[in-house]
C-alpha cells in the first residue's frame, strides 16, 4: 500500500486579541491590542494509506478540525509539508479538489431554502460527474441511506438526521477517493448515529475510500477504526492501533467482584479506587502491576462470590489522557 | 422565487420606487428648465439607464456581495473552497434575485417612453449601445463592491461597506454634474459613480467624446484582474472559524 497522505511537522498559528470586558475594555482594544498566538495544530507528522479509515480523536480545541481544513486546502499552514494524492492541498488544484469531499456535521453545504436534489445537480456540474455516472451514484447512495422519499422536500424542513444524509449524498456525487468527515454524527439521535456509521463502513469498504473521521463519540471510533490518531493541544499524543491505546495509556485495571455477603465499602479503599458500590456488586480500580496482588486480597479476606479483572473503557482511558487525572 | 408572497410584494414595491423616482424628477423640473446643464428629457434617460443598471446589479451582484463578509466572518467559505470551480465565480454567482426583473422592466419603460415621445430623438445606435454600458458600468460596481468585501478576509467585520453602496446608488439617481460641479475634488473622488451611469448617458447624448467608451473598458479589465489577484491574495489569509 502506498501512502495518500503525508503530513510532516504540519503547523498552524492563529494570532487572537484579548478584550478585557465590558465598555472600557471595548474602549481600550480600539486603541491598544494585546495580541497572542494560538498553536491550534504545532508540529504535528503522520501518513495515511489508501483505504485506511482513521479517526482523529480530541478534546474541543485540540486541533483536529484545522488539521481537516489544511489537509483540504482551506487554511495555509504556518509551516511544514503535506502531500495529498500528490498535490499540495493549498495549491487547490481542480484536479485536486475533484478527489476529496469534506463534511462538517455543524456547517452544511446544501442550499438551505431548495430542496436537496437541486444541490445535488449544482455538485454534479462543479465536479463535471457524467450524466450515467451521476444517476448511478445518486441511486446508490439514495438507497444506501434510504431517502428517496425526501429528495424533493426543501432542506430546511428536513430533520437534522435527513439533513445530515443529504450532506453525505452531496459530498459523495463525485465519488471522492478521500473522505474528511468532521463530527457527522453530532446533534444526532443513537439509531441515526449506527445508521451513519453503517454506512461510511460500507462506503469505505466498497469504494476502498479513504476516510478520516473526527468524533467526539467513541462508538464512533471504537465501530469504524482500527487505527486513530490522539491529539491535544495541537499534538499528537498518540498514532496507532486502537487497542493499542490501553497498553500505551491505562495504568490500572477494573477489578469486578460479587461478594456473597454484605461488606463495608470502606474496607474496599485499602484494595483500591472504589467505582461503583451496590452490593452484591463493586467494581475497583487497581495500578496495572498490583491487579493481581490486589486480586488475591479480595480472595483471602472478603466473601467472594464472583471475581473478573478486566481492561479499563477507552472513553475513560482517552478522559485520563485528556485531563492528565490518573483513575486508578 | 421558493417564497411566492414575498416575490409578489416585492415586485410592487419596485413598481413604485420607479414611480416615486419618476415623481421627484417631476417636481425639481417644475422649478427649472435645466439642472447642471442636462434637460428634463435628459434626465429621464438617465433614470432609465440607471434603473437597469441598478436592478440588474440587485438581481445578479448584489445578493451574492451582500452575504460574503458573513459568510468570511463566520467561515462559511469552507464548502466553496473546496470545489474545483473559480471560487470568486462560484460566490457571485449563487443567487438571483428574480422579482428585481421589476426594477430593470421600470428603466425599460422609462426608455420606451422617453423615445415614443421622441423627448430624445430615436437611433439605433443609442439604444443598442445602452447594453455594453450597462454591462461596463456592472463590471465597475462588481469590482469596487468585491474589493471592499475582499477587505473582510482582514478585518473579519466590514458593515460599512453597504454605506459606501447606498451613497452609490443614491448619487446615481441624478446626473453626477449635480454634485461635482465646479469641483475637481469631488470629480475625482465620484469617478466610479460618473462611469456607472452619468458616462453612459452622456456618450448616448453625445454630451462627450465616444473615446470615453475604450478607456472605460480598459479600466474594467484593470478593475477585474487587480481585484481577482487582490481576492486570491487575501484567501491566503482566510482563517474559517472555529467549529
Keep these: 500500500m502506498s501512502s495518500i497522505i503525508s503530513v510532516s511537522k504540519l503547523k498552524k498559528y492563529y494570532k487572537v486579541h484579548q478584550k478585557e470586558p465590558g465598555l472600557m475594555g471595548s474602549v481600550r482594544s480600539l486603541f491598544k491590542r494585546k495580541y497572542y498566538d494560538v498553536k491550534a495544530v504545532d508540529g504535528v507528522s503522520f501518513t495515511i494509506e489508501e483505504g485506511e479509515l482513521i479517526g482523529f480523536i480530541g478534546p474541543n480545541g485540540a486541533g483536529k478540525t484545522t488539521t481537516l481544513k489544511v489537509l483540504s486546502g482551506l487554511l495555509y499552514p504556518t509551516s511544514g509539508e503535506v502531500s495529498v494524492l500528490g498535490y499540495t492541498p493549498w495549491d487547490r488544484k481542480p484536479a485536486f479538489q475533484k478527489q476529496f469531499s469534506l463534511v462538517m456535521g455543524q456547517k452544511n453545504q446544501l442550499w438551505w431554502d431548495l430542496p436537496a436534489i437541486e444541490s445535488f445537480i449544482l455538485n454534479k456540474e462543479i465536479y463535471e460527474v457524467s450524466n450515467e455516472q451521476y444517476k448511478k451514484t445518486l441511486d446508490e447512495l439514495v438507497e444506501l441511506l434510504e431517502v428517496k422519499d425526501v429528495l424533493k422536500i426543501q432542506v430546511r424542513k428536513l430533520s437534522l438526521g435527513q439533513r445530515m444524509k443529504m450532506e453525505l449524498i452531496a459530498a459523495l456525487i463525485h465519488s471522492p477517493k478521500i473522505l474528511f468527515l468532521d463530527e457527522p454524527t453530532i446533534g444526532l439521535d443513537v439509531v441515526m448515529q449506527k445508521k451513519m456509521r453503517d454506512f461510511i463502513k460500507e462506503y469505505n469498504k466498497r469504494y476502498n475510500a479513504t476516510v478520516i473521521l473526527t468524533s467526539h463519540y467513541m462508538d464512533d471510533v471504537k465501530e469504524l477504526c482500527k487505527r486513530v490518531i490522539i491529539i491535544d493541544k495541537g499534538k499528537i499524543l498518540f498514532d496507532g492501533a486502537l487497542d493499542e491505546i490501553i497498553k500505551k495509556f491505562a495504568n490500572h485495571k477494573l477489578l469486578t467482584v460479587v461478594f456473597s455477603k454484605k461488606v463495608d465499602k470502606e474496607d474496599l479503599k485499602d484494595i483500591g479506587v472504589v467505582k461503583e458500590f451496590e452490593f452484591p456488586k463493586a467494581i475497583i480500580s487497581v495500578k496495572r502491576a498490583s491487579a493481581s496482588l490486589a486480586a488475591s486480597e479480595l480472595l483471602q479476606n472478603f466473601p467472594v462470590a464472583d471475581l473478573n479483572i478486566e481492561e479499563p473503557q477507552i472513553e475513560d482511558i482517552i478522559r485520563e489522557v485528556f485531563t492528565g487525572r490518573d483513575l486508578a | ?243
Design chain 2, 1 to 243: 422565487m421558493e417564497f411566492r408572497e414575498n416575490f409578489v410584494f416585492w415586485i410592487l414595491v419596485q413598481t413604485f420606487y420607479v414611480g416615486l423616482h419618476l415623481l421627484t424628477i417631476n417636481i425639481y423640473f417644475s422649478f427649472t428648465d435645466t439642472i447642471a446643464g442636462w434637460t428634463k428629457p435628459e434626465v429621464y434617460l438617465l433614470v432609465g439607464i440607471f434603473r437597469i443598471m441598478e436592478g440588474t446589479f440587485k438581481m445578479l451582484i448584489h445578493p451574492n456581495i451582500v452575504k460574503l463578509p458573513e459568510f468570511i466572518n463566520r467561515g462559511d467559505l469552507d464548502f466553496a473552497l473546496t470545489k474545483p470551480v473559480n471560487t470568486q465565480f462560484l460566490l457571485g454567482a449563487r443567487y438571483q434575485r428574480l422579482d428585481e426583473m421589476a426594477t430593470i422592466l421600470g428603466g425599460v419603460g422609462v426608455l420606451v417612453y422617453v423615445y415614443s415621445q421622441n423627448l430624445i430623438p430615436f437611433s439605433w445606435y443609442s439604444v443598442l449601445s445602452i447594453l455594453p454600458f450597462s454591462f461596463l458600468g456592472l463590471t465597475v460596481m462588481y469590482s469596487l463592491m468585491m474589493f471592499f468585501v475582499t477587505l473582510s478576509v482582514f478585518l473579519t467585520k466590514m458593515s460599512s461597506i453597504w454605506v459606501y453602496w447606498e451613497v452609490l446608488s443614491k448619487s446615481l439617481r441624478l446626473p453626477i454634474d449635480v454634485y461635482t460641479h465646479g469641483s475637481k475634488v469631488f470629480n475625482g473622488i465620484l469617478w466610479p459613480f460618473i462611469i456607472v451611469v452619468t458616462l453612459p448617458a452622456q456618450i448616448i447624448l453625445g454630451k462627450t467624446s465616444v473615446y470615453f467608451f475604450f478607456l472605460e473598458i480598459i479600466g474594467c479589465i484593470i478593475l477585474l484582474w487587480a481585484v481577482n489577484k487582490f481576492w486570491n491574495f487575501a484567501l491566503r489569509h482566510y482563517s474559517s472559524a472555529s467549529s
